[in-house]
């Protein structure tokens, strides 16, 4: 199948190097301590952060640094065919892990002690790269509930079909079974802290794509950082200030 | 769930009492409701409700099936509902399961009426495409994204809302309908039927509070309920389904009772529902 | 088969002279038909109850309403898991479950989730909670067979249970259901006339307190047809507890 036209667009109109059309919000569930939504395109899901706060398994408690814990899940209308999925299988639970990995990693834990942060991730729509959103999505609400981190952590992810590295894969790409990069960036640092592939790519090209991710990780990193200083002038006006 | 000091539960029964709620509603007042439609690209309909900070998300997907043996005229209908954990850390993991059988059942009970389909607000003749072969099945799903009380209200509402915006493709019969075999059907993508929504019953939860009940309970108001019964009403006044939740029994009377006031609230909530999905509607049209 | 190998094979097939014709069970605007066990709408079926079923439980039940046979054993009160958090008042922990056989179409004789809810909380009102701290009873019901108004008979009984088991309560927790055909309301409905009610109406409550534990309500009701049903089920209420206290009643007197 033909996933780039000879005259370089992509099946949804795309250029190769083109990413979806970036959208987020803050504060989207009220009676969380952070939220926030994102969508990439047509993929949409929403974090909700709750803590710091009290450890609730004692056997967990940490004395030294705060417990981070993540749950994700996918809504039943958020693909295409509708399936009863049981909650906690193996791929949720896989990018459970992924996400909980990659935010302690930024989030100075250190500072918190003794307490717990929950991070859940709510896919209501999903049309690839539903790992980025939830991880763009998840430090979005980080930093609106006040947690202390090292920078803000986003991800993309990266293809290579019909011999021409693409960014930002949609489903119909996503599931061509080529090779999809997905990588974290701590933009500031200039420091990757997450990085997956699935099948195959020549090693001469996987820095290319790796490259495009990065650069799309960053184009993501200005809109979030946009988006949260608008929430903050907002907030300080309506404080006041 | 909602960590309340004695002080603050006085407060908020006192004023309960009063008919001066911690918001400044009255008893029966409702929060503002805000919809949104289509939310949702991939469903067939989908709408976003939100009652304060209680929201939720309901999508409606067509799909073709067999009608059952039973009722070889009718489509079928299914709801079911899930927590999503952004709203409640205590519906993590298998947390939620509870309260979702719970949402889902008595949604069911409300909108969908009777075993023989009488009583349900979504005609079910009209979801069949040749009878006792092929019909559409609805699934309705609900999630709940944050909630501050009232949830089945609101669910309702968002179901309504859906529907409202359900569009569902129109369907060619090509093979002769006569024959025992499965007809074949060509699913149109341009053009869609609306689903007639006038008869959806709307849901009012009244809960008790001391001695009076309350329409639209926040969160904290619920914590201190003694009692809740939820009645659902269509625009003629009919009741469509009633359950009730909380442990303390009640009088037949006050029963009675509540069934007459929440007939009169029903009124003021379907037209203002009704306004807001239409004023919903135009927006995504624009 | 092996063995028959030689033989030629004789082959079943269902007789069809024993076809059974059913008719239907009413028409839309006929007011004069007969239900099929011959009762008259406001009239229920003969209820049996016999408390003490089971041995080993604490207490325990045997309902028999026509053709719905319901058995309820009660265990405890029990200390409560200890991965459950301490509360000054005791737990109910239900479930509800059908035999194989209970339908008739084999079933699977799974757990039904429910009718669990339900039970627990049509019951959950009338137990003194608070006699017994730090502890939970356990209620469980099985459908023997399913003849209509399961729910009702399957409450009935586990209050029955709950009694004999020498658990608290304020009162014995009466249910009984109305079925909504056509214009007339049938009480203790039967399983033919349940799959095609239009509607159907559950109470239920304490006679002696006149209190309503729970309610259900499907279909389409107007408000006096809804007092009409509501009424309807309380009476019969009131004369099924008068039923299970006689059968408390002789169970002691049977000791002593």
């Known amino acids: ?241 | 769930m909602v960590g309340l000091s004695l002080g603050e539960k006085h407060f908020i029964q006192g004023g309960i009492a009063q008919d001066l709620r911690c918001d400044g509603r009255k008893r029966l007042t409702y929060r503002p409701i805000y919809v949104e439609t289509g939310i949702i690209p991939q469903a067939n309909g989908s709408a976003r409700v939100r009652m304060g900070a209680t929201d939720v998300i309901a999508s409606v997907k067509a799909e073709l099936g067999r009608p059952s043996s039973l009722h070889p005229d009718k489509g079928k209908v299914s709801i079911h509902i899930d927590c999503s954990p952004t709203a409640e850390p205590s519906f993590e993991g298998r947390g939620g399961e509870e309260l979702s059988s719970e949402l889902s059942v008595a949604l069911q009970l409300c909108l969908l009426g009777g075993k023989s389909g009488a009583g349900s607000g979504i005609d079910l003749r009209s979801l069949v495409v040749v009878e006792g072969k092929v019909c559409w099945d609805l699934y309705i799903d609900g999630l709940v994204v944050s909630s501050d009380g009232n949830l089945l209200d609101c669910l309702g509402a968002a179901i309504k809302a859906a529907l409202s915006n359900t569009g569902i493709p129109r369907v060619q019969v090509t093979a002769d309908p006569s024959s025992d075999e499965q007809p074949e059907v060509d699913i149109s993508d341009e053009e869609f039927l609306q689903l007639d929504t006038s008869g959806i019953p709307v849901i009012v939860t009244l809960t008790k509070v001391g001695r009076h009940y309350i329409v639209d309970a926040t969160g904290e108001e619920e914590s201190q309920m003694s009692s809740a019964v939820s009645i659902s009403v269509n625009r003629q006044g009919h009741i469509c389904g009633i359950t009730k939740r909380g442990g303390a029994g009640l009088d037949p009377s006050i029963i009675l009772d509540m069934i007459s006031v929440a007939k009169h609230v029903s009124e003021q909530l379907i037209n203002k529902l009704d306004s807001e999905i239409a004023a919903a509607e135009a927006e995504e049209e624009s | 088969m092996a063995g028959k190998a030689g033989t030629t094979p004789t082959t079943y097939s269902p007789s069809p002279t024993t076809k059974k014709t059913k008719a239907p069970l009413f028409k839309d605007d006929d007011v004069d038909w007969v239900r099929p066990d011959g009762r008259g709408f406001p009239q229920c079926r003969p209820a049996f109850f016999r408390s003490g079923a089971v041995n080993a439980a604490s207490g325990s039940a045997y309902a028999e309403f026509g053709n719905t046979k319901v058995i309820v054993s009660v265990f405890g009160p029990r200390e409560s898991k200890k991965a459950m958090m301490y509360s000054d008042v005791g737990r109910l922990n239900c479930n509800v479950s059908y035999t194989t056989f209970a339908t008739p179409t084999r079933g699977q004789g799974s757990d039904h989730k429910e009718f669990t809810a339900m039970l627990h909380k049509a019951l959950e009102g009338a137990i003194m909670m608070e006699t017994f701290p730090k502890t939970t009873v356990d209620v469980f019901a099985l459908v023997l067979e399913s003849g209509g108004s399961d729910l009702p008979v399957v409450i009935s009984c586990a209050s029955l249970a709950l009694a004999d088991a020498g658990i608290m309560m304020y009162d014995l927790v009466a249910a009984v259901s109305v079925s909504c055909l056509g214009k007339n309301l049938v009480i203790d409905p039967i399983l033919e006339e349940e799959n095609c009610q239009d509607g159907s109406l559950m109470i239920t409550c304490m006679p002696s307190r006149y209190e309503i534990t729970q309610l259900t309500v499907t279909g389409d009701w107007s408000t006096p047809k809804i007092n009409e049903g509501m009424q309807l089920c309380l009476d019969a209420c009131a004369k099924l507890a008068k039923i299970m206290r006689s059968c408390l009643k002789a169970a002691t007197d049977s000791q002593e």
């Open chain 1, 1 to 241: 199948m033909e996933y780039v036209s000879p005259e370089g667009l992509r099946l949804d109109g795309r250029r190769p190097m083109e990413m979806r059309q970036l959208r987020a919000e803050i504060g989207v569930v009220a009676k969380a301590d952070g939220s926030a939504s994102f969508e990439m395109g047509n993929t949409k899901v929403i974090a909700a952060v709750y803590g710091p706060r009290e450890v609730q398994n004692r056997s967990q408690q940490m004395s030294d640094k705060a417990l981070v814990r993540c749950e994700y899940s996918m809504a039943n209308f958020s693909t295409g065919d509708r399936r009863r999925k049981p909650k906690g299988d193996r791929r949720s639970t896989e990018i459970s892990l992924v996400i909980r990995q990659t935010m302690e990693a930024c989030i100075l834990t250190h500072l918190l002690p003794r307490s717990q942060i929950d991070i859940y991730v709510q896919v209501l729509q999903a049309d690839g790269g539903t790992r980025s959103a939830c991880i763009n999505a998840a430090t979005l609400a980080l930093a609106d509930a006040g947690i202390p981190m090292l920078d803000l952590v986003t991800s993309c992810s990266a293809g290579y079909l019909n011999s021409t590295p693409l960014l930002d894969l949609n489903y119909v790409e996503d599931s061509a079974g080529g090779p999809d990069v997905t990588v974290g960036i701590l933009p500031k640092l200039d420091k990757v802290t997450l990085l997956q592939m699935d099948s195959k790519l020549p090693i001469d090209n996987l820095e290319t794509v790796m490259q495009l991710a990065i650069e799309g990780c960053k184009a993501i990193a200005n809109h979030i950082r946009e988006v949260l200083l608008e929430n903050t002038k907002e907030l300080e006006y309506r404080r006041g200030v």
